[in-house]
């Protein structure tokens, strides 16, 4: 075996079992402070490196600019950023996008630039969904533009060059495309489902439809890049239209029809939930404790409540299924993102109940102010027992264990570096590791609640 092969076998053993802490509990936060401070560390390099007299020269398009400087930008690495980026500011996009000093790849600085753009495209959702609340085209048209003057108005330097100089007049053509639709809507004399079944596509997909696509395949390379409201089924397109109605009667917030349609897609995004894992089945942090997830005690409350009646979830038009994956905290409790309020009340809705929360709850979207909003996570007191290894290595140093020199492990003189035998038990030791003996699944994910 070749001697660069043995060393990265050693290293990916050393990352799958790190050497204990101290303290293994504050590990996660300890993770968490790094990761922060070193995006924090690099955005300052990145923000000092743009010069802003250029940026109002360039009127540049950032996108074809960044993929020029690299034709050959990998696509995964591009969606892993986007997915790190998700929670960032529309500033700190920028700065990642615009960056020059190389502080940020080119992957990293197209994932940022698109996440822009989405949430950019978020903004003008609202916007014409505003102005579309006046009847008359001509005030629907000049609240639109007056809405869109203050928006673009808002715009720092760094926004401006995320932009090119036809954004307005796009922006403005596009929503007069819309009012042409909706009179064409208007001759056609359509009907309120058709209407609402036009509002959901327009708030959930930008306008267009997209086909319904399966998740059988489960995750993909080529479902990994699509959006989990491309998986709705027609059903649930249907549903979400019917919510849709009833929530612009009730002037509820659509952002939380919006959160449970991510929710609902999700699910058939991984085939029904078919093809996830139970969380709480089997996952250890890398001091070799078992992790536990668990809903907030205020999400878990109501979830009782959804759970203590069949009658709601017999008689209502949401898929029990969904119900059923979504009161699950080890498949949904890490990955959530809509209001659990939200949907007990629209199951109590769908199936004929007087609401436990009324429709005043759900006026202004709240969102989750952090992780702690989400989910709980619990680490076990008991402890894996690891195995003694065969080699040792500290500071360069490599030394074969008393259970190496039984496994006849021998190092290279002078190199300090392992000749493992194949037919030795080391290897075998190696992969009994990956596999939790007792549940039989694989303990290799502990990166996931670290």
């Not at 949430?119 to 969904?129: A, G, I, W």
């Not at 059903?235 to 019917?242: C, H, K, P, S, W």
């Not at 498949?331 to 939200?342: E, I, K, P, V, W």
Request: net charge negative.
């Amino acid at each position: 075996m070749d001697i660069p092969d043995i060393k990265r076998s050693l290293l990916n053993a050393r990352k799958a079992f790190p050497q204990p802490q101290s303290d293994p509990k504050k590990s996660k936060d300890i993770e968490i402070h790094a990761s922060v401070s070193s995006l924090s560390s690099k955005l300052s390099k990145a923000k000092s490196s743009i010069d802003i007299s250029k940026l109002s020269q360039q009127n540049l398009s950032l996108h074809k600019e960044i993929l020029s400087s690299n034709a050959k930008i990998n696509s995964d690495e591009v969606a892993t950023a986007k997915w790190e980026f998700e929670h960032l500011s529309k500033s700190k996009l920028e700065t990642i996008a615009l960056d020059t000093s190389n502080t940020f790849s080119s992957s990293e600085r197209v994932a940022a630039y698109e996440r822009w753009h989405t949430l950019d495209q978020q903004n003008l959702s609202n916007l014409k969904r505003d102005s579309l609340k006046y009847e008359s085209n001509v005030t629907a048209l000049a609240s639109f533009e007056e809405l869109l003057s203050s928006h673009t108005n808002s715009f720092s330097f760094f926004s401006k060059a995320m932009v090119s100089d036809e954004y307005s007049s796009q922006a403005t053509s596009q929503f007069e495309s819309i009012l042409d639709a909706r009179d064409l809507e208007k001759s056609k004399n359509i009907s309120r489902s058709e209407h609402y079944y036009e509002t959901m596509v327009m708030d959930i997909f930008g306008g267009t439809e997209s086909e319904i696509l399966s998740g059988t395949d489960g995750m993909s390379l080529s479902n990994l890049m699509r959006s989990s409201y491309e998986f709705l089924t027609q059903g649930d397109r249907e549903l979400l239209a019917n919510i849709y109605e009833y929530a612009d009667n009730n002037n509820i917030d659509f952002k939380y029809i919006r959160q449970f349609a991510s929710d609902l897609g999700g699910y058939r995004m991984h085939d029904d939930g078919k093809i996830l894992n139970n969380f709480n089945n089997g996952h250890f942090n890398g001091e070799g404790y078992q992790l536990a997830v668990s809903f907030t005690d205020k999400d878990q409350a109501t979830i009782n409540n959804i759970l203590d009646s069949q009658k709601k979830l017999s008689s209502s038009d949401i898929d029990e299924g969904f119900i059923s994956f979504m009161t699950e905290p080890g498949l949904s409790a890490l990955s959530h993102r809509g209001s659990y309020q939200f949907l007990q009340h629209m199951i109590e809705i769908k199936a004929r109940i007087e609401p436990s929360l009324s429709t005043e709850n759900f006026k202004v979207f709240e969102g989750f102010s952090g992780v702690d909003d989400r989910y709980v996570i619990t680490t076990s007191d008991k402890r894996l027992i690891r195995p003694e290894p065969d080699v040792i290595c500290k500071n360069g140093t490599c030394e074969v264990t008393e259970k190496g020199l039984k496994n006849n492990v021998t190092l290279e003189e002078n190199k300090g570096n392992p000749i493992l035998d194949l037919k030795s038990n080391s290897i075998s030791s190696l992969l009994e590791l990956r596999v939790n003996n007792t549940t039989e699944n694989n303990i290799l994910f502990q990166w996931l609640a670290d």
